[in-house]
C-alpha cells in the first residue's frame, strides 16, 4: 500500500564513470552531482514500486538538493529518499545523500505516478 514513510536507500561505490570529469559537470576525480542527484532518484523510485498499481511506475518532476562534500573514486556513497506526502499522482520525497556519517548532501524530490503504456505512448 502506498503510504507516506515509505523509503529505500541505494549505494554506489564512486567509480571512474561517476566522477565530474566523466559526467562532464566539472573537471575534478570525485563523485559529480548529476551521480548522486541520480542517486536519490533511484531511491525514490524503489521506495514505492513495489507498492504501485500494476502497469504503473514513477517518473522524476523535480529535485533540489545541496552538494555540500566531495567524494573520492572508491568511496561508499549512499542515498535515502523517504515518502513524506502524496497528493494524487505526485509523490513528495525526502531525499539525503551520505559517506559514511558525513551528510554530502540534502534536499526534495518529486515523482509522478504515471501509466508506462500511456508514458511511452506520448514518443510516438
Known sequence: MLE???SHTS??????????????????????TPTMLALM????MLAVA?????????????ISSSHLAPSPVGAEVSAKATLEKI??????FNVIATEGDKVIGEGTHLRFIVDRERFLAKLR
Not at 497528493?87 to 513528495?92: A, E, I, S, V
Open 41 to 44: 532518484e533511484n531511491a525514490a
Open 87 to 92: 497528493d494524487g499522482r505526485k509523490l513528495f
Open 11 to 32: 549505494s554506489i561505490t564512486v567509480s571512474d564513470s561517476d566522477t565530474a570529469i566523466t559526467m562532464g559537470s566539472g573537471d575534478m576525480p570525485v563523485l559529480a
Open 50 to 62: 513495489d507498492e504501485l498499481p500494476e502497469g504503473s511506475t514513477t517518473v522524476g518532476g523535480q
Open 4 to 6: 507516506t514513510g515509505l
